[in-house]
């Protein structure tokens, strides 16, 4: 899942990364012979070489997550431990077992959009800042039009009724 920007130009994720640091582009599975489902990630190639064929790689290498934006922007991560007793919310280390998928628990994803909305706020003020810089050159270019209209300095005298 990902989310997008009113401007359209930030798209956060939640991003897998791998046991030899790739980040996975997402995800599959497959069903084997005896029936069982195996989820896999698909990876870049090694060297990121593209176009050459992305791998499919086991979830079970999913080894941490990371808040991520197309900006260039990374925010938290945490690290996927495989035995419940392992875990700790404090220390940002979240259980997802063995053979299970590999995407991050539901929490961590929700902590990730929070985090993800608060890296857009630097760029939404300025934005805010370009608009309203933009109005105020508009209005400047019209001020001299405007006192050509109607002159300088009318008084105007309220009118009694
Ligand atoms: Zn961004």
Known sequence: MSWINDGGDHEGWVARILDDGREAHGSTSRRRDDGSVEFLELAPPVGGRWPEREEQVSSDRVC?????CTCGWRGSSWERVTELHQASEVEGREWRP???VGDEPQHVEEIAHTEWRRHLEPHDASAAV????A???RNQELWPFLLDAEGPFTEVTPTAR
Not at 64 to 68: C, D, E, G, L, T
Not at 130 to 133: E, I, L, Q, T
């Open 64 to 68: 941490r997550w990371v808040v991520a």
């Open 98 to 100: 063995l053979g299970d």
């Open 130 to 133: 370009s608009r309203a810089a």
């Open 135 to 137: 109005a105020v050159a």
